[in-house]
């Protein structure tokens, strides 16, 4: 017998600006039902919103307070993910640089009408912006189930089986004063996958990134240069350095902001060993300085007396990278509330009582762990008797919206002695 497959197709005509509205995800509540999960609308007070299967209840208009990472990439407007924007405040992250890699002045504003950040000069640069934006929080209900021996996300499974009881749906948005219209596919949970629930934190799903120069190769004068992946000798000076993207992601995409600056990936998941020396300073969560490669292991050693913010000594056990704990919210009189489990991030240390519940101490802990990287060759450009200095980037395809960019900037050795 044949499968009978449906699909949704809505023809919106003038409704074209997707970008005044917005469908989202809310990461910050999870619900105890496996079929059912919360999402949010901005703004709060569109006109029509529906769901093609399932049930759709309304909530509560919100303000949430956002923190976004624009980047300006030879432009000087730059539109920000939220709708209806307000109370922006911005900061440059680092320089502004002009096409030429040359550090200039440039002021930013932020413009209502276009909801987006606009610049004095067209350039590039990474500013951080944080606003406010209104939405309305709505609780989605699947349609089908229930998953096999499983009642809630809290409870141990039985007999879980391969089956797909819910339907998949789209909740659709549509606003005519603002002609505008907004969908978000909402894929039915797995029965197979909801064995437990553990809250990972937003730091595990979006890993950071770094970029640095090769130790190996620093910015130098060479008589090669690189086309089409291969090296050519020439007869006149080049320059060129090597760039590491730690760790080794696919799904990046690197930028350098010279047009006549060449940069192309040489070799990749190549390993690196590190060993440093993590400090904890009242907290219970602590970088490592890059990266730890997946599927490999954080040798940590605590050095010394561990004391708690009473300068109580304490024990502590360190958990790493992958490692399950119970995060909580400490409060002023140093009692604690709102318990919850998540993995330690990909680039996060934690420290834990013997429990396993986070605390915050002050102390230090030896580390030892091996990261992987991209190599990159980056051909710097020449104009007017000199190399160029650049402005490399490098931003995860994935969500670019919710992540700090990783930035470079490449000095350019000089000629001088040369005729």
């Known amino acids: 017998m044949g499968t009978l497959k449906t699909s949704l197709r809505v023809n919106f005509g003038e409704y074209e600006d997707k970008k005044k509205i917005l469908w989202e995800n809310d990461d910050e509540r999870d619900s105890d039902e496996v079929n059912q999960k919360y999402v949010r609308l901005y703004p709060p007070d569109v006109a029509v919103r529906f769901a093609t299967a399932g049930t759709l209840s309304g909530g509560t208009s919100r303000v949430d307070d956002i923190e976004e990472i624009v980047i300006f990439s030879g ?23 002009d096409s030429d890699g040359n550090v200039q002045t440039a002021t930013f504003a932020f413009d209502a009408t276009k909801n987006a950040i606009v610049s004095s000069k067209v350039g590039y640069a990474a500013l951080r912006v944080s ?10 209900t699947f349609l089908g189930g229930p998953c096999p021996g499983l009642s809630s996300l809290y409870a141990p499974p039985t ?22 219209v907004a969908s978000l596919n909402m894929d039915p949970p797995d029965c197979e996958e909801l064995k437990f629930f553990v809250n990972k934190g937003k730091a595990a799903d979006i890993p950071r990134i ?3 120069i090769d130790p190996k190769y620093p910015a130098r004068l ?3 240069i690189q086309v089409e992946g291969e090296s050519i000798s020439v007869d006149y000076l080049a320059a060129m350095c090597k760039v590491r993207l730690i760790p080794s992601v696919s799904s990046v995409e690197v930028d350098v902001n010279h047009p006549d600056a060449r940069i192309k990936r040489e070799d990749e998941n190549l390993e690196q060993d590190v060993a440093e020396r993590v400090l904890f300073s009242g907290s219970s969560s602590a970088n490592l300085g890059y990266q730890a490669k997946k599927g490999t292991s954080v040798a940590m050693t605590p050095r010394g007396i561990w004391r708690d913010k009473s300068g109580q000594a304490v024990s502590v056990d360190i958990r790493g990278p992958g490692e399950r704990f119970m995060e909580v919210d400490y409060t002023p009189s140093g009692g604690y509330t709102n318990p919850r489990y998540r993995y330690v991030g990909e680039d996060e240390l934690v420290v834990c009582d013997s429990w396993g519940k986070a605390i915050e101490a002050f102390g230090v802990v030896d580390v030892e762990y091996t990261y992987n990287y991209d190599l990159y060759r980056l051909d710097l450009p020449y104009a007017d008797r000199q190399f160029r200095s650049v402005f490399v ?25 040369f005729g």
Do not use: C, W
């Not at 000087?76 to 502004?96: C, H, S, T, W």
């Open 393 to 417: 980037t490098a931003l995860h395809e994935r969500a670019p919206d919710q992540q700090e960019p990783a930035t470079l900037f490449i000095e350019a050795p000089s000629l001088e002695g």
């Open 75 to 97: 432009n000087n407007e730059v539109q920000l993910r939220y709708p209806e924007a307000y109370n922006a405040k911005i900061d440059l992250l680092g320089n502004f640089y």
């Open 210 to 212: 770094d970029l640095m």
């Open 222 to 224: 060479t008589d090669n």
């Open 131 to 140: 606003y406010k934006a209104r939405y309305r929080g709505f609780l989605y």
């Open 159 to 180: 007999a879980i089986s391969n089956a797909a009881p819910f339907k998949e749906a789209v909740l659709v948005a549509l606003d005519p004063s603002r002609g505008a």
